[in-house]
């Protein structure tokens, strides 16, 4: 079983829709990551989060500390949202980040 | 545009070569992380540095190795290089060694034939 495990692996929605990708992870966290990187590849650090919930235009970022589980959602969804989205913790012991395999969400116009 | 610079963006080499990656940190940044991301392990952390010591080492080779120079700016050396090795290699940094965000590089595409 992987430390970090995302669902679902693939994601289709309609534009407009409202999206949520989950991350479950087994261990002991200082930080939880959401990436995105586009089909060229390059990786955007969208959150950091170590409680709570934050906020960045139509993104929204939660975790639970205690359940070991963040969710991440875009509201109104667009097709230039279509990428994969990456759940990545630090570990309470130390710096390293260990990765979700990922989801990939695609937007249909 | 994060502000990490990595060089080169594609390299095509054939097994058995070496080869060097650079990366070039945030202006201000002190640590360095490298990653590798393959088709079939997804992204994997390879190894960080901190203001030019070795501070954590992840799922990196024997055959990889790793610096950080004065200035700040990160190699990874690949040597032996194998059809395995060929993947995406990121690099990030971030302002110290601890919890703080992480701001990747575009990645060298690296292809072994």
Redesign the interface.
Known sequence: KNEVEQSPQNLTAQEGEFITINCSYSVGISALHWLQQHPGGGIVSLFMLSSGKKKHGRLIATINIQEKHSSLHITASHPRDSAVYICAVREASGSRLTFGEGTQLTVNP | D?GVTQTPKHLITATGQRVTLRCSPRSGDL?V?W?QQSLDQ????LI?YYNGEE??K?NILERFSAQQFPDLHSELNLSSLELGDSA?Y?CASSSS????????G??T?LTVT
């Open positions: 994060s640590s992380y990653y997804g992204l994997q952390f960080q501070r954590a992840g995406l990121f060694g601890g919890a703080h965000e992480q701001y990747f575009p990645g595409r």
